[in-house]
């Protein structure tokens, strides 16, 4: 089981020991992607959309198979997915409400894409904004962020992601510190599964999220792997 893995810039990626053996994460990094509009993915997303309807209507959320995945990623890690929803779940019920999602960037949307095909919560961040070592662990007592256009996002016995300079992220809501923007190019992204996600179709999930992210926002994939899983 791999709980590290050291990016191009030599930035390490990190799983505390207190998660392994329940979190595991397909990382990828990509350099030199330019943020644009997201109308470019929005047709992607709507045949996404569509064929969610069309299999999942009228079914609740404890009726979707595949919903069920981040939800025992959630029971894992401290956080009840009834009061805070992973974020691929919101994702999916707005499609099933018959609403579009929000069109924000290329970036953006092309991570929503990926997440929405397979309903697992991706973290996605800017890369030059990070401050050495990125680790996964549970938050420690009063350990919150800003969240994007929300107030503190509290992280006391729940997974976040830790930098050298606090936390930043979390399986619900990315923060305003790391968060995408106009001037981004290089951009972490992590895909979140318990360790009884097959290995092999975590590689895959990420492998879809780099190559939304490179169709859409150009770059370059300069490193991926799996953390947590035997067969990273």
């Not at 998660?19 to 397909?26: A, F, I, P, T």
């Not at 999930?205 to 992210?213: C, F, I």
Request: glycine letters at 10%.
């Amino acid at each position: 089981m791999s709980a590290a893995l050291t990016l191009p810039e030599g930035r390490r990626v990190v799983l505390a020991p207190e998660l392994e053996g329940v979190l595991s994460m397909g990382i990828v990094a990509v350099d030199g992607a330019a943020v644009g509009p997201g109308e470019s993915v929005t047709p992607e997303i709507r045949r996404v959309a569509d064929a969610h309807r069309a299999r999942w209507a009228d079914r609740l959320p404890s009726e979707i198979p595949p919903l069920q995945e981040a939800r025992r990623l959630y029971h894992a890690v401290g956080i009840q997915p009834t009061r805070h929803r992973p974020s691929s779940e919101a994702l999916l019920r707005r499609v099933l409400k018959g609403e579009d999602l929000y069109v924000i960037s290329n970036v953006v949307d092309a991570c929503n894409l990926a997440s929405l095909a397979f309903l697992l919560p991706i973290g996605l961040y800017d890369r030059r904004k990070l401050q050495g070592t990125v680790t996964f662990r549970l938050g420690g007592p009063g350990e919150e962020y800003p969240g994007i256009r929300k107030g503190p996002v509290h992280l006391e016995g729940r997974l976040g992601l830790f930098d050298d300079a606090g936390p930043f992220g979390s399986p619900t809501s990315d923060s305003a510190r790391t968060c995408v923007d106009q001037g981004t190019t290089d951009l972490l992204g992590a895909v979140m599964a318990t360790t009884s996600y097959p290995a092999a179709e975590l590689a895959a999930h990420a492998d879809l999220l780099a190559d939304a992210l490179v169709r859409h926002a150009g770059g370059a994939v300069v490193a991926r792997g799996l953390l947590g899983t035997e067969a990273a």
